[in-house]
T-cell receptor, first 113, second 114 residues
Framework: GESVGLHLPTLSVQEGDNSIINCAYS??????FIWYKQESGKGPQFIIDIRSNMDKRQGQRVTVLLNKTVKHLSLQIAATQPGDSAVYFCAERGENQGGKLIFGQGTELSVKP | DTEVTQTPKHLVMGMTNKKSLKCEQHMGHRAMYWYKQKAKKPPELMFV???????INESVPSRFSPECPNSSLLNLHLHALQPEDSALYLC?????????????FGQGTRLTVV
């Protein structure tokens, strides 16, 4: 399943499928990006980050892709599990932004067993 | 220890009350942040502290007053709040504000203003 971020804030996938969550960021000067997972009633939890000198980074079951040309970030989750159900936020920071970590709108991922 | 601890977890206060939210981290981080989050919305930055000094105030009303007593602690003093200030208040910390490292978040304080 795939989301388009701002325009489709919810994504529903079947357990075991791969998920793709998209994020369009606004500031071309941003050079560091983070994906956070936020479960109901909890604070955001770091998943994976990427710097602007990279276009891909992999973690355990997750991959982040960065396309600076179109200012687009995506998070791929392999073999999605019920425990992956949460809201996913991308966040951006730039060296000229005085330390601000700015969040995107978020996508709610729902995994059906 | 990669934990940011916030107290209290829940707070109900009247519009004439004065209360404080507390945040603590022992990771040696020199940047600490306050965010406000409404339901189904992303966290919105309120304040950034760097080396115990306020470096960013995102035009937050003066009824919210941050304080950084030392490098491990961050407080948010609340006075004369409005019902629309009800939200989840999140504290975060990172190694330094100008280095691209992740920010760690606490579990938040769920604030209700009545």
């Amino acid at each position: 399943g795939e989301s388009v971020g701002l325009h489709l804030p919810t994504l529903s996938v079947q357990e075991g499928d791969n998920s793709i969550i998209n994020c369009a960021y606004s500031n071309s000067a941003s050079d560091y990006f983070i994906w956070y997972k936020q479960e109901s009633g909890k604070g955001p939890q770091f998943i994976i980050d990427i710097r602007s000198n990279m276009d891909k980074r992999q973690g355990q079951r997750v991959t982040v892709l960065l396309n600076k040309t179109v200012k687009h970030l995506s998070l791929q989750i392999a073999a999605t599990q019920p425990g992956d159900s949460a809201v996913y936020f991308c966040a951006e920071r730039g060296e000229n932004q005085g330390g601000k970590l700015i969040f995107g709108q978020g996508t709610e991922l729902s995994v059906k067993p | 220890d990669t934990e940011v601890t916030q107290t209290p977890k829940h707070l109900v206060m009247g519009m004439t009350n004065k209360k404080s939210l507390k945040c603590e981290q022992h990771m040696g981080h020199r940047a600490m942040y306050w965010y406000k989050q409404k339901a189904k919305k992303p966290p919105e930055l309120m304040f950034v502290y760097s080396y115990e000094k306020l470096s960013i105030n995102e035009s937050v009303p003066s009824r919210f007053s941050p304080e950084c007593p030392n490098s491990s602690l961050l407080n948010l003093h609340l006075h004369a709040l409005q019902p629309e200030d009800s939200a989840l208040y999140l504290c975060a910390s990172s190694q330094d504000w100008d280095q691209n490292t992740e920010a760690f978040f606490g579990q938040g304080t769920r604030l209700t203003v009545v």
